[in-house]
């Protein structure tokens, strides 16, 4: 049987301004940096925001369906695709694609999928504004179900725009964990708008969801954190269409403004909902 949120905290009506606290009469606060200091490891890397001898590509001209990128560096991308970019690096390689106003458009499976590096970085451009959007049609990529998809993790930063329109199954999905730093972020999805299997911690983003199934979730639970979500600073709204935050672990939520509207739960957790006072709506 599935457990209930358990919030340690405050409960209001509706769970919807939940004082919190933390385990222990711990600082959750402090308890909270702590979980991103150990669990996500955000790096300098991850926040670094300008290319370094870049290679360039313009959708434009490109001539073929897929764009292939088997090393790793920086890559900055602009235009219009219809088809893929699909990477293939090292298994310990970084891949930093700079996204600067590109629509790709996949007729079949992901817009981007990262089938092999060790990270993958997607910076958006400031100014810019990108769009993904794939097809119902996923025949060759049963196991890579979302527009965006990476079996690594996946860091998305940067002052720009990203709209991502998965119609056949997720919108943004890492079988790793999913880190999202600024940016403005709008999906719409037939399955969960944004899943990173063993984690998301969203920081200073403006995220604007609306799915079938979940709005964030997370699926694997264990050791060093996994199936945490942390939501700090930025905002959040969610319509969804089960629940709209689905936690396999903890939640943290703090400095945030959330607005929810979900058919099942606004939150749901196999663990420990801490959840600050004015972050949820009521």
Same mark, same amino acid.
């Given at each position: =049987?599935?457990?209930r949120c358990r919030v340690s905290?405050?409960?209001?009506?509706?769970?919807? +301004?939940?004082?919190?606290?933390?385990?222990? !009469? /711990?600082?959750?606060?402090?308890?909270?940096?702590?979980?991103?200091?150990? $669990?996500? &490891?955000?790096?300098? &890397?991850?926040?670094?925001?300008?290319?370094?001898?870049?290679?360039?590509?313009?959708?434009? #001209?490109?001539?073929?369906?897929?764009?292939?990128? #088997?090393?790793?560096?920086?890559?900055?991308?602009?235009?219009?695709?219809?088809?893929?970019?699909?990477?293939?690096?090292?298994?310990?390689?970084?891949?930093?694609?700079?996204? +600067?106003?590109?629509?790709?458009?996949?007729?079949?499976?992901?817009? $981007?999928?990262?089938?092999?590096? +060790?990270?993958?970085?997607?910076?958006?451009?400031?100014? #810019?504004?990108?769009?993904?959007?794939?097809?119902?049609?996923?025949?060759? @990529?049963?196991d890579r179900q979302a527009c965006?998809?990476?079996?690594?993790?996946?860091?998305?930063?940067?002052?720009?725009?990203?709209?991502?329109?998965?119609?056949? /199954?997720?919108?943004?999905?890492?079988?790793?964990?999913?880190?999202?730093?600024?940016?403005?972020?709008?999906?719409?999805?037939?399955?969960?708008?944004?899943?990173? %299997?063993?984690? $998301?911690?969203?920081? !200073?983003?403006?995220?604007?969801? &609306? %799915?079938? &199934?979940?709005?964030?979730?997370?699926?694997?639970?264990?050791?060093?954190?996994?199936?945490?979500?942390?939501?700090?600073? !930025?905002t959040l709204s969610l319509i969804?269409?089960?629940?709209?935050? @689905?936690?396999?672990?903890?939640?943290? =939520?703090?400095?945030?403004?959330?607005?929810?509207?979900?058919?099942?739960?606004?939150?749901?957790?196999?663990? #420990?909902?801490?959840?600050? /006072? !004015?972050? =949820?709506?009521?």
């Amino acid at each position: =049987m599935k457990r209930r949120c358990r919030v340690s905290a405050l409960f209001l009506p509706l769970f919807a +301004a939940l004082s919190l606290t933390a385990c222990a !009469g /711990e600082d959750a606060g402090e308890k909270q940096e702590e979980i991103s200091q150990e $669990i996500f &490891q955000v790096t300098g &890397q991850d926040e670094r925001t300008e290319p370094e001898n870049p290679i360039a590509i313009d959708l434009d #001209t490109w001539e073929e369906e897929t764009v292939l990128l #088997t090393a790793g560096g920086d890559v900055w991308l602009s235009g219009s695709l219809e088809g893929q970019v699909v990477v293939e690096a090292d298994e310990d390689e970084l891949v930093h694609l700079y996204l +600067a106003g590109v629509d790709i458009s996949s007729a079949r499976g992901p817009a $981007i999928v990262v089938e092999e590096a +060790a990270k993958v970085i997607v910076t958006l451009v400031s100014e #810019t504004e990108n769009v993904l959007s794939d097809s119902p049609d996923y025949t060759e @990529y049963e196991d890579r179900q979302a527009c965006l998809y990476s079996v690594s993790d996946l860091t998305i930063n940067g002052d720009g725009a990203l709209r991502v329109f998965g119609y056949h /199954e997720d919108g943004i999905r890492s079988k790793d964990r999913v880190r999202l730093l600024d940016g403005r972020i709008e999906v719409q999805a037939k399955g969960d708008g944004i899943r990173g %299997s063993d984690g $998301i911690l969203a920081r !200073g983003a403006d995220l604007d969801i &609306q %799915s079938e &199934q979940n709005g964030l979730r997370t699926a694997n639970q264990g050791a060093k954190g996994k199936g945490v979500v942390e939501v700090r600073g !930025g905002t959040l709204s969610l319509i969804a269409g089960k629940n709209g935050i @689905y936690a396999a672990s903890d939640l943290y =939520m703090r400095d945030c403004l959330c607005s929810v509207n979900s058919v099942e739960e606004k939150v749901r957790t196999e663990g #420990t909902a801490y959840i600050a /006072e !004015g972050c =949820m709506d009521e």
